[in-house]
């Protein structure tokens, strides 16, 4: 069964270094998504990507964060520097196309990342 | 602008019970669709139940069912016969439509339940 890919599992850094996780999406979903996930909280979108072009990143914290997708497929989120705060899980998800609404986003397993 | 609210933070109950995890929901849209998520202890999201709009039939699958009331927006999920298995973190989720179609998700805080032998 096709699954999405996330890696690393499980993530610990010091403040001010910097970190990066990855994704796979499922074959042939166009549409991939970013979430973060705050302890206790529901999962937050950051950004969404329509193959390789940025749909949103409108809650995406520029001033360290970056992300992309650059061939359409597999996507990279980076966070430089690492601040205490950016401590949760990093969600990525995919869907066969952005028909709102309409299509199941699938999740991976996430990368829980903490900041010392 | 859209928003999910799950009130109860935490349910614990003995094994075989019945338990129903609340969700209400606000929005402007016309159009929507409402999901329910499960996230085992191994922190994946996993897909239970996409619900539009416009189709307000209650639905079975197995122990599971969901009512949706559009005059009370709300949508909730009673699990019957509980099993310990079902112990997780449910999450109840808006579509929000915006940006040329594009689709957000929006989540409630979620509900921890705890199935006790």
């Known amino acids: 069964e096709a699954e999405v890919a996330q890696s690393p599992r499980y993530k610990i850094t010091e403040k001010s270094q910097a970190v990066a996780f990855w994704c796979d999406p499922i074959s042939g979903h166009a549409t991939l998504y970013w979430y973060r996930q705050i302890l206790g909280q529901g999962p937050e979108l950051l950004v969404q990507f329509q193959d390789e072009s940025v749909v949103d990143d409108s809650q995406l914290p520029k001033d360290r964060f970056s992300a992309e997708r650059l061939k359409g497929v597999d996507s990279t989120l980076k966070i430089q520097p690492a601040e205490l705060g950016d401590s949760a899980m990093y969600l990525c998800?995919?869907?066969?196309?952005?028909?709102?609404?309409?299509?199941?986003?699938?999740f991976g397993p996430g990368t829980r990342l903490t900041v010392l | 602008a859209q928003k999910v609210t799950q009130a109860q933070t935490e349910i614990s109950v003995v094994e075989k019970e019945d338990v129903t995890l609340d969700c209400v929901y606000e929005?402007?849209?016309?159009?929507?669709?409402l999901f329910w998520y499960k996230q085992p202890p191994s922190g994946e999201l996993v897909f239970l139940i996409r619900?539009?709009?416009?189709?307000?039939q209650n639905e079975i699958s197995g122990r599971y069912s969901w009512n949706f009331q559009k005059s009370t927006s709300s949508f909730n999920f009673t699990i019957t016969a509980s099993q310990v298995v079902d112990s997780a973190v449910y999450f109840c989720?808006?579509?929000?439509?915006?940006?040329?179609?594009?689709?957000?998700?929006?989540f409630g805080q979620g509900t921890r339940l705890t199935i006790n032998p």
């Open positions: 929005t402007r849209d016309t159009t929507y669709y």
């Open positions: 619900r539009n709009s416009f189709d307000e």
């Open positions: 989720a808006l579509s929000e439509l915006y940006l040329q179609g594009a689709q957000k998700l929006v």
């Open positions: 998800a995919s869907s066969l196309a952005l028909a709102g609404g309409l299509n199941e986003q699938f």
